[in-house]
């Protein structure tokens, strides 16, 4: 069974970094995608950045020149968010796909299967 287990999250000041890790366990698919999604309360989820199985990587808007996904030849996949900002304040949750090889939207939580529990992070001003 698929699993997801994300650490990292903490309390910084406005500007400062975080760096998120989320950890994969039985997670076999050759090809894939992985993402990290925010959901601030009163909020609907939103797609953050993803990274597929080839490397190909999507950012949202209000987190490009600032953040960083990567992942590993493990596919745990990570997060470093530098420049953070009050807004950025949410639960972040890592979620992966089953075997796909291309998704139209991969910032969309729908094309997910799989979700870890969430880290929180909270950036004050």
């Known amino acids: 069974q698929v699993k997801l287990v994300e650490s990292g999250g903490g309390s910084v000041q406005a500007g400062g970094s975080l760096r998120l890790s989320c950890a994969a366990s039985?997670?076999?698919?050759?090809?894939?995608?992985l993402g990290w999604f925010r959901q601030a309360p009163g909020k609907e989820r939103e797609g953050v950045a993803s990274?597929?199985?080839?490397?190909?990587i999507r950012y949202a808007d209000s987190v490009k020149g600032r953040f960083t996904i990567s992942k590993d030849n493990a596919k745990n996949v990570y997060l470093q968010m530098n420049s953070l900002k009050p807004e950025d304040t949410a639960m972040y949750y890592c979620?992966?796909?089953?075997?796909?090889?291309?998704?139209?939207?991969?910032?969309?939580?729908?094309?997910?299967?799989?979700w870890g529990q969430g880290t929180q992070v909270t950036v004050s001003s």
């Open positions: 039985e997670y076999t698919y050759s090809t894939y995608y």
């Open positions: 990274i597929d199985s080839y490397g190909r």
């Open positions: 979620a992966a796909t089953s075997q796909r090889y291309f998704v139209l939207r991969p910032l969309s939580a729908d094309v997910y299967s799989y």
